[in-house]
Nanobody
Framework: QVQLVESGGGLVQPGGSLRLSCAAS????????MSWYRQAPGKERELVAR????????NYVDSVKGRFTISKDNAKNTVYLQMNNLKPEDTAVYYC?????????WGQGIQVTVSS
């Protein structure tokens, strides 16, 4: 069983920055493909960014390209989402997800609110 714990969310003004962290339990983090999803009120959960187990390949939804960066530190069992130039439409609950073999694990989610 893998546990994922997100941190770093909160309230930020438009144009500001936040860095989300997702710490994973277990000793095989280097073999996990990681991703960040978000869900805004009344909307479906959407994929924001993903990174392969090695960290060499990343993908982003078009709406965050050039503003968000996903990274993975296998030594710290942690994946990050650096979010810059935040917009009100980025307001959502952000979830961390890990995929290992046929197993999928989710974090509990963390609120990000972008508002003046």
């Amino acid at each position: 069983q893998v546990q994922l714990v997100e941190s770093g969310g909160g309230l930020v003004q438009p144009g500001g920055s936040l860095r989300l962290s997702c710490a994973a339990s277990g000793s095989t983090f280097s073999s996990y493909h990681m991703s960040w999803y978000r869900q805004a009120p009344g909307k479906e959960r959407e994929l924001v960014a993903r990174i392969t187990a090695s960290g060499r390949t990343t993908n982003y939804v078009d709406s965050v390209k050039g503003r968000f960066t996903i990274s993975k530190d296998n030594a710290k069992n942690t994946v990050y989402l650096q979010m810059n130039n935040l917009k009100p439409e980025d307001t959502a609950v952000y979830y961390c997800r890990a995929v290992h073999s046929t197993w999928i694990y989710w974090g509990q989610g963390i609120q990000v609110t972008v508002s003046s």
